[in-house]
């Protein structure tokens, strides 16, 4: 599939922002994953890196290929996070949490003095908005929270997994997608859930990306933050 093939495309051109003897945050989904698949082999070849993942499944995806792993108790700075996007505008500010990964996503990468973005071409846009953004909420608010986001514009749906169960985050927590449409000022937005008691993060993560690499079919086009 294309979209794998420019996924693929996009973590292999992140790589070279990687050192021998750093600390690497591993970011969460299929993005990701091809890049933590395609680290395991550089140290598998030799490269002394250690992970810090931002999920669950992406700790047991670097444990079964051998990559070193530490926690946030054990070093408070991250050199370099190679994580995926929802959507990046050409601010790089970004939305995150399709995959329910968020928070941690969001810990890691603000302890990150370098965040790079890695993307198949569907995931650059001019304005945010179109893909649903992830709250992550407290169960016992969910549904104040829901009616206030409501009432901000969106129509917000609690998140279910493939049984019909409210989904859980990895801190046990719920997620609301909420459909904005075109978001026209992210900065003022991200404030507003920020200060909403019972949100507990949201997926804009704004003046966080440094770089962002998507693959356009075989090219790579490469952002930086001004
Ligand atoms: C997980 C995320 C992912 O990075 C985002 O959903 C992109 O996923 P994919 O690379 O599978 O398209 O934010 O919480």
Do not use: W
């Amino acid at each position: 599939m294309a979209n794998d093939q420019e996924k693929e495309a996009a973590a292999r051109a992140s790589l070279r922002f990687v050192k021998d003897g750093q600390v690497v945050g591993l970011g969460t989904g299929s993005t990701a994953a091809y890049f933590i698949k395609l680290l395991g082999e550089e140290v598998k070849n030799g490269l002394r890196v250690r992970g810090i993942p931002t999920s669950v499944r992406t700790r047991e995806l670097a444990m079964s290929l051998r990559i070193p792993l530490i926690t946030l108790d054990d070093c408070q700075e991250i050199d370099v996070t190679v994580d995926g996007a929802d959507e990046v505008d050409p601010q790089l500010r970004l939305i995150k949490g399709g995959g329910g990964a968020l928070l941690r996503e969001k810990i890691v990468a603000s302890a990150t003095r370098q965040m790079i973005v890695v993307a198949d071409a569907s995931k650059r846009v001019q304005r945010l908005g179109k893909f649903p953004l992830p709250v992550e909420v407290i169960r016992f608010a969910q549904a104040l929270v829901a009616k206030r986001i409501a009432a901000l514009g969106a129509e917000v749906q609690l998140r279910c997994d493939a049984a019909g169960n409210a989904y859980l985050t990895d801190e046990n927590n719920y997620i609301l997608d909420c459909r904005f449409g075109e978001i026209r000022d992210p900065d003022r937005l991200a404030q507003e859930l920020s200060e909403m008691p019972g949100v507990v993060e949201h997926g804009l993560f704004i003046g966080m990306a440094s770089v962002a690499l998507f693959a356009c079919g075989s090219e790579i086009v490469e952002l930086k933050r001004q």
